[in-house]
């Protein structure tokens, strides 16, 4: 490709070439923004969100190739990206933006330079290549590109494919798997071999010997059979933790960012950083952080713009679900009004986000005071963990959350200083979560 267009200082130049009805060549930089997209794409809708976003992808696309940061760094901003492109094919999901065209622009150079191992290498950058590639043919995005102005790409120049499940040895894998979780158990193994008409049946001792007898021959005893068995002793199941609220895995959640379900009026999505390490199960990453998707039905109770940037607490071991096509993997705990007897809930609010003590740091837990311990994995829906204790969940006079015993049915009985009052929900610092100005309200 020529690289008279693609210099990362000229874009305008470039968006002038690729779009010379639309935009003029005087068109200052600083005049590039959310809006242009709609000059670009007039046939396009954007929410607020999605103008909020590319705003970002626009900062993030002047970032991804500068040339005074380490390498370390670089990679970081390649490697989130590449994530980011793996299930989508624009920027924003399926929609065109002017963030596209910033985005290829800015790296078109660089993927040009780019061995065929970084680029569909083990450890390569498959997707963003793609992206590429996609960008600068698809009719979708309408760029005026010369042969000299696009990348080559070769797309059968494959260095590494990722190897396929095979389904048989899944197939396997399973049945191994269902097999040794009876065997933990308990249970019987289930006995195959056996038909309606006893072929193939394997017969005991005894009667072995009377058909011996009945051929007139002497029985002779086996070796196997009058070698005493000692029985297995039988697997002991683990022991059950005691119900506590130190079960669920409570930890200070930073949100990035927040949008409008693309499915459901009542829910917001929100890309959220818990502390998870990289590869856990159910997160991906965002600028370079490792996060978790989470569906909150807060659309309606809270302004988006309440939702950007915010500090919270999630609860992040409850079973992930998918709501609405998107599937969420925490929840955010809020506040609302404690309903008066006899009161119908109108979902109409109050509602108060929980907020972590200034200051605390994402993927900090916090436990009540005086109910510490390690949480579980990942809570069992069926036994009821988290609905058996969010009764106990509340706030004080003081605004500060807390858990009180006698709000659980199976912990009311609790001795002792736990049994006693409202524990306060705090960091290993003593710092203490907190609510705006909802007093002895439900928190869920």
Known sequence: MSTSTSSPKDLVAFLHSAFPSIVPATTLEAEISSNTSHQLYPDTSYTDNEKAEISQWLTASSHVTASDEDEAKHAERLGSLNIHLSTRTTLLGSKPSIA?????????????????????????????????????????????????????????????????IDPKEEKERKKKEKAEAIAADGQAPLVVGRDKEGKGKAQDPESQS???????????SSKKENKEK??????????????????IDLRVG????????????????STVACGDPQGTENTSEYEGQVVRTVCSGLNGLVPLEGMQGREIIAVCN????????????????????????????NHKGPVELVSPPEGAAAGERVCFDG???????????KKKVWESLQPGFTTTEGLEVGFEASGVEALKDTDGDKGKGVKALMTKSGGRCTVKSLKGAVVR
Do not use: C
């Open 318 to 345: 409850l079973k992930p679900v998918t709501m609405r096509g998107v599937k969420s993997a925490a929840m955010v705990l809020a506040a609302s009004p404690r309903l008066k007897k006899g009161e119908e809930d």
């Open 100 to 164: 596209d065209a910033a985005m290829f622009h800015r790296l078109a150079q660089a993927v040009e330079s780019w061995s065929a191992e970084k680029r569909t290498g083990e450890h390569g950058y498959h997707h963003i290549v793609r992206y590429i590639d996609f960008v600068q043919n698809a009719p979708l995005f309408g760029l005026s590109l010369s042969a000299d102005d696009k990348v080559n790409i070769d797309a059968s120049n494959v260095k590494f494919v990722h190897k396929p």
């Open 371 to 381: 109910w510490e311990g390690e949480p579980e994995g990942v809570l069992n829906p």
């Open 230 to 247: 000692t029985p297995k002793p039988a697997k002991q199941r683990p022991k059950e933790t005691p119900l506590s609220p130190h079960l």
């Open 210 to 220: 009377k058909k011996v007898i009945a051929d007139g021959a002497t029985p002779q």
């Open 254 to 269: 930073h949100i990035l960012k927040a949008m409008q379900h693309p499915n459901a009026d009542s829910l917001y999505v």
